[in-house]
């Protein structure tokens, strides 16, 4: 099965783009008690440097659900395609909550557990394997209305009801789940809102099937409709996101306001910017192949290998700054909503986040490589379409 360029350099680019974000979280100096986008307290390049990452999740699932399109519709076997995403669904559920945490919390008694990106695709495989006997249109409807319309929900909760309380949050609204003595289950994705985003990729895959010329243009015209839209019900302050912009202390603040969306549920008005440069980036990347497309293709190709890989790598590497900073074995903190990092003191400014980042990607370049390579010359091993 040929692969299509523009997909793996636009998910490659945005698998790049995450490393930031994760070597930020485990080793940015503020991070444990600043939120990056607090305009009470952030600076620019800090703010940018989380923002920017921000297009990386909706992406990757946007782009899950094309994949998931384009498989279905080279395959021809409906009963074949449902099982293939369900089990894939299946195990990408059971990775997030083994391999994918304990990557991150390096715990060995999982006293800490996060719902996040693998396991909201997981889920939405699942789900996307029993809508497959209906039209690829009737799915991006519901995916359009889950995207529109779940702002209305963001509010849900059940707190005299914790069995009810707990569905909702599993569904709808991010939320930390403590179990006593010594268990937290963190709902970082919720799954509704992510699965609208997965349905809509699954259905915009038929764009695929157009002539390149033809679909280049309709990504571009995607793009600016999506941004314009996005301008046009932000400036309103009406609907779409629960943290209305306001005017700052400077022009730039009030920019940076106007920008700051929510992506915990991902807001309509988040979903539109986001989409809108993806699928900018699409239009660009269609039909251009060169050493700088081909270097985030690597990645691209392959997503879930880089995506658990970098997140050991880049942990391994935090261990390694808070042993140079003076600090022992002693000192890591481990177990409910820690990671390893010792609370104070440790940590890297902005300029020395970014040259790690840089340092990480290149290193996994040619595992990535390799791997890549290997899947190609093996296509006949199921059990690679896996990972």
């Not at 009810?164 to 799954?191: C, D, H, K, Q, W």
């Not at 915009?204 to 002539?211: A, E, I, R, S, T």
């Not at 261990?319 to 820690?338: A, R, S, Y």
């Amino acid at each position: 099965m040929k692969r299509i360029h523009s997909i793996d350099f636009t998910r490659g680019l945005v698998m790049v783009i995450m490393a930031l974000d994760h070597v930020r979280d485990l080793m940015h100096v503020t991070s444990l008690n600043q939120a990056p986008t607090n305009l009470q307290t952030t600076t620019t390049g800090l703010f940018m440097t989380r923002w920017i990452t921000h297009l990386c999740a909706p992406t990757f699932v946007f782009l899950s659900g094309v994949s998931a399109y384009i498989s279905f519709s080279r395959l021809g076997n409906r009963t074949a395609s449902r099982n293939f995403l369900f089990n894939r669904g299946l195990w990408l559920v059971i990775l997030e909550f083994t391999v994918v945490n304990f990557a991150l919390w390096m715990d060995i008694h999982f006293r800490t557990l996060i719902m996040e990106v693998i396991c909201a695709i997981g889920v939405g495989f699942i789900v996307l394997s029993f809508l497959l006997k209906l039209p690829a249109r009737s799915i991006g409807i519901i995916g359009l209305v889950i995207i529109f319309g779940h702002n209305l929900l963001q509010g849900i909760s059940f707190p005299a009801n914790p069995v009810l309380n707990t569905i909702a949050s599993v569904l709808f609204a991010p939320n930390m789940l403590r179990v006593p003595p010594e268990f937290t289950f963190l709902v970082g994705y919720p799954l509704v809102p992510w699965l609208g985003i997965l349905l809509l990729g699954f259905a915009c895959g038929k764009l695929f099937d157009l002539p390149l010329p033809q679909r280049k243009k309709i990504f571009r015209q995607l793009g600016i409709a999506s941004l314009l839209f996005f301008c046009l019900l932000r400036l309103s302050n009406v609907y779409g996101d629960p943290s209305k912009w306001a005017v700052q202390k400077t022009s730039l603040f009030s920019f940076l306001s106007f920008i700051n969306v929510t992506k915990y549920p991902p807001s309509l008005l988040f979903v539109s910017v986001m989409l809108g440069i993806m699928f900018l980036v699409l239009s660009l990347s269609e039909g251009i192949e060169n050493r700088f497309t081909r270097f985030f293709v690597v990645y691209g190709k392959v997503p879930l290998f880089y995506f658990i890989i970098h997140l050991y790598l880049i942990h391994v590497i935090m261990f390694i700054m808070v042993f140079l900073q003076g600090f022992g074995i002693k000192d890591l903190l481990f177990g409910e909503m820690h990671f390893g990092r010792p609370q104070n003191g440790a940590g890297v400014e902005l300029p020395l986040i970014y040259l790690i980042w840089i340092a990480v990607v290149l290193l996994l370049y040619p595992l990535c490589d390799w791997y890549g390579k290997y899947k190609d010359a093996h296509r006949e091993n199921v059990l690679l379409r896996y990972i």
